[in-house]
């Protein structure tokens, strides 16, 4: 059971990040995997800097896209948010039931924790995730990819991060020509 | 600083694990980031069903390739083992040095634990990494590619894996038709 769980995690691999196909037309976009592995380094490095429980908002950035495994990347102009929430937490429950049961109570609480955004940790991560997106906007941007389709990116990114340090970076990010 | 060290970690989506190019002649497979996102999930969980620390398996997990974000991913029969150990120690200080001190020298250290191989979890750590690769080489077995040409990995991982559940682990992904 073990095994069905790591192949749905694996499967991440082969699911494409939705907003670059619908924005910039690209036939093979970074994978969920590709951005939760950046959002994970990164996440590692704030975390360590700022003092945060660095252990649990690994567990979290390696949980929170894993729903989409079954049902696919949504983006917000697909479906409201409140079935977008009901359809991936109904798949992430299917998912983490190929766990053993000591584990999988522990990644429902974390994922429960996500989803409710009240913890510092997962406010970071809600902001993180949007810096990642804006880090991967600007390497596509530099790449040569229309500025003008991908400044949505940028803005949707700045509307969220209030954390001084994370706004910060995203100012530098916005500036950068790599 | 940190931006760059982001960008550097972000190149990881980029870099493709070679061995799917040279044995599969794979256009377009796996990224170095794929790779790891699926290996330190693995590690999650198995790391907390048998009580290791999991926070350090996480962080050497994302650590451990990031050097191929600079030299690539180098396969044995491209040059000695030696010869590639040092390109990729002087790559991860280069990389490293990117980040403030006080995690630098954290961070540095967790890479020598990883090229020590003498610590439980590191011990660990390189099995998962043969394990998910097993995984990878039997989910593109089961897409129809040749399962001869696949044995190879399937065997290296074999030779490699020596943890009991790990084992039995690697003897159901070989048997897997998913």
Do not use: C
């Amino acid at each position: 059971m073990i095994l069905d769980f790591f192949n749905i995690a694996a499967n991440l691999k082969k699911i494409p990040r939705q907003g670059w196909i619908n924005k910039l037309s690209l036939e093979k976009p970074e994978s969920v995997a590709d951005h939760t592995y950046s959002l994970a380094i990164m996440g590692m490095v704030f975390s360590d800097l700022e003092n945060f429980n660095t252990e649990k908002i690994l567990k979290i950035i390696l949980l929170h896209d894993l729903a989409e495994s079954i049902v696919g990347d949504i983006t917000p102009d697909q479906i409201s948010k409140n079935k977008k929430t009901d359809l991936e937490n109904k798949a992430i429950k299917k998912i983490l039931r190929k766990l053993p049961q000591s584990i999988q109570k522990q990644y429902i609480e974390l994922w429960e924790e996500y989803q409710s955004n009240i913890s510092a940790e997962v406010k970071i991560i809600h902001q993180l995730d949007k810096l990642e997106m804006a880090l991967q906007a600007k390497i596509y941007s530099n790449e040569g990819h229309s500025k003008k389709k991908l400044s949505s990116f940028l803005k949707s990114a700045k509307d969220e991060i209030t954390d001084p340090k994370l706004l910060k970076l995203f100012i530098k990010i916005s500036k950068q020509h790599v």
